[in-house]
């Protein structure tokens, strides 16, 4: 069972409105879990990252929470815009080491 | 902000060939590189750790004597996939982490797209 699970998997918004993406992790002990944006044939690019003690981190239209209680994150979307479109994967690290747990990905699509 | 940059960015290659591709780290000096594959609509998936002057640390199931890596510099590192399979092909994205500044970032390449025929 992959260790962190995002939902929906996919969905389609109206430009200018918002969305929410989800994600619920299983890793353990938690050390940081970050929100990348990733264009259909490009590398992923960082959003946010936020450790244990932050609960909420924004970078522009985009909002990150985070609940290490109950192991979930969301990723809000403000005002789309078209060039929202893209695959957006939560990641979570685990203290003690370099690996990463990758989600599938948000697949996104804003239509005007 | 730190750039990772990768070449080529697109390859064709035929079945039996080697093709390398290369990850630089343009700003920043790199002591950990990662590489990763990615197949349509999947997550990424980590194939190795290389870190800069000693041999690289490969997952379970990757076979390293197909997909060579060198780590030569603080800001480059290749992967050689040997004797290319149809199957090979793939997506394949580095990252690399900085020698300084924050420990959690790693940043991504723009990943090359490998088709072998």
């Known amino acids: 069972k992959n260790q962190v699970e995002q939902s929906p998997q996919s969905l389609i918004i109206l430009e200018g409105k918002n969305c929410t993406l989800q994600?619920?992790?299983?890793?353990?002990?938690?050390?940081?879990l970050r929100w990348y944006k990733q264009d259909t044939g490009r590398g992923p690019v960082s959003l946010t990252i936020?450790?244990?003690?932050?609960n909420t981190k924004s970078n522009g239209r985009y909002t990150a929470t985070l609940d290490a209680d109950t192991k979930q994150s969301s990723l809000h979307i403000t005002a789309s815009q078209l060039s929202d479109s893209a695959s957006y994967i939560c990641?979570?690290?685990?203290?003690?080491?370099?690996?990463?747990?990758f989600g599938k990905g948000n697949q996104v699509v804003v239509i005007p | 902000g730190a750039v990772v940059s990768q070449h080529p960015s697109r390859v064709i290659c035929k079945s039996g060939t080697s093709v390398k591709i290369e990850c630089r780290s343009l700003?920043?000096?790199?002591?950990?590189m990662f590489w990763y594959r990615q197949f349509p609509k999947q997550s990424l998936m980590l194939m190795a750790t290389?870190?800069?002057?000693?041999?690289?640390?490969?997952e379970q199931g990757v076979e390293k004597d197909k997909f060579l890596i060198n780590h030569a510099s603080l800001t480059l590192s290749t992967l050689t996939v040997t004797s290319a399979h149809p199957e090979d092909s793939s997506f394949y994205i580095c990252?690399?982490?900085?020698?300084?500044?924050?420990?959690?970032?790693?940043?991504f390449g723009p990943g090359t797209r490998l088709t072998v025929t």
């Open positions: 700003d920043f000096q790199a002591t950990t």
């Open positions: 994600c619920n992790y299983t890793v353990s002990p938690f050390s940081n």
């Open positions: 990641v979570v690290s685990a203290k003690g080491n370099n690996r990463l747990a």
């Open positions: 936020m450790t244990f003690s932050e």
């Open positions: 290389s870190n800069e002057g000693s041999k690289a640390t490969y």
């Open positions: 990252s690399a982490r900085a020698s300084a500044g924050n420990p959690y970032e790693q940043y």
